[in-house]
């Protein structure tokens, strides 16, 4: 009787050992440290696998300017190079809008930092980015209004033609 009433005991303490670290983690990729009154948030920079060269890189999501579909992989574009992704769009959807991308179409996340001009004509748009290398992204006609709101905060970005 007493050695199950230990085993009782332990497993309910371990419970709650784990079940208060679990409470100080966020699932929206955020770490709360627990001080005793500074309590502040550390943003944890996103990496995204990419493969150059046969090789496997990580691209930090802040030098992404956005990421297209390709089939069941994507393709990821920074302002110098475009590189192969093995997350499905879904993925990178799931892991991308909570840091800010916008989904300007069924096949396209934009980071909205990197996008110099929003341009719409009738019931498309497009958004042209910093560097002359990298293609227009397209924005649908289901995605204009929400892509235009969420750009238009940047000076000088959106223009109708």
């Known amino acids: 009787t007493l050695a199950l009433g230990v085993i009782f005991f332990s497993f309910t303490i371990f419970g709650a050992f784990l079940w208060v670290s679990v409470t100080y983690l966020d699932p929206s990729g955020k770490v709360e440290d627990i001080g005793p009154r500074n309590t502040t948030w550390v943003a944890v920079q996103l990496q995204i696998p990419c493969e150059r060269n046969g090789g496997k890189v990580f691209i930090s999501h802040y030098d992404v300017s956005f990421v297209r579909a390709d089939g069941h992989y994507t393709q990821v574009y920074t302002r110098d190079e475009r ?48 560097s002359a290398d990298l293609p227009p992204a397209p924005v649908s006609r289901s995605k204009l209004k929400v892509t235009q709101e969420a750009l238009s905060s940047q000076v000088g970005a959106v223009r109708a033609t």
């Open 83 to 130: 590189l192969f992704c093995a997350w499905p769009v879904t993925k990178a959807t799931k892991r991308l809008l909570p840091a800010g991308f916008l989904q300007t179409h069924r096949s396209y996340l934009v980071n909205p930092k990197h996008v110099a001009r929003f341009e719409r004509s009738k019931d498309k748009g497009r958004c042209l980015f910093n």
